[in-house]
């Protein structure tokens, strides 16, 4: 039994597969990555990606699925795009947000003299607004990874959740 997904290019997006490297490329910008797996195939067949395998192993299985997905969001990202909104929420101390190339720096965070910081990937443009974030990229996991670090950031330790709700929270993936 064989297992294969087929990926439908989207127009405007070019697909190249040298030996272990997928690279996408649109309107947007360029995305490489390493989509190797053992016994797993990768070819392009006209305006479709063809990920098979012979094998009937779950994990293989899985990882053409895996790359299913991978493909997609790459073609999603190098066409459109990728933006996620984030929302400032505090009650207790007014939050300072300071943004920088490759940090976002948040002072005043539960009146803390430290600041806290949050990296910010390379490819991923950060911008503030009123009590907002706006966190926008081609590269989907890079855009998660930056909010994923602006919300750990501010993390509540040591206090009652309850009643300290302050934070910056991912609100609208979009």
């Known amino acids: 039994m064989i297992n294969e997904r087929r990926v439908v290019i989207p127009d405007g997006v070019q697909i190249q597969v040298d030996d272990k490297v997928l690279e996408v490329s649109g309107p947007k910008g360029t995305l490489r990555r390493n989509i190797w797996y053992p016994q797993i195939e990768i070819a392009i067949d006209g305006d479709e990606v063809i990920i098979r395998t012979e094998s009937q192993r779950k994990r293989i299985a899985a990882m053409v699925g895996t790359f299913q997905s991978h493909t997609k969001n790459m073609c999603k990202g190098v066409s459109e795009g990728f933006e996620y909104r984030m929302k400032v929420v505090y009650s207790h101390f007014p939050i300072q947000l300071k943004l920088h190339p490759d940090r976002l720096d948040i002072n005043n965070f539960l009146g803390e003299k430290q600041s806290r910081t949050a990296k910010i990937r390379e490819g991923v443009t950060v911008r503030l607004g009123n009590d907002e974030l706006t966190i926008t990229g081609i590269d ?35």
Do not use: C, H, M, S
């Open 140 to 174: 989907k996991e890079a855009v998660g990874n930056t909010a994923a670090n602006i919300e750990l950031a501010t993390k509540i330790r040591k206090r009652d959740p309850r009643v300290f709700q302050d934070g910056i929270y991912l609100t609208e993936r979009v």
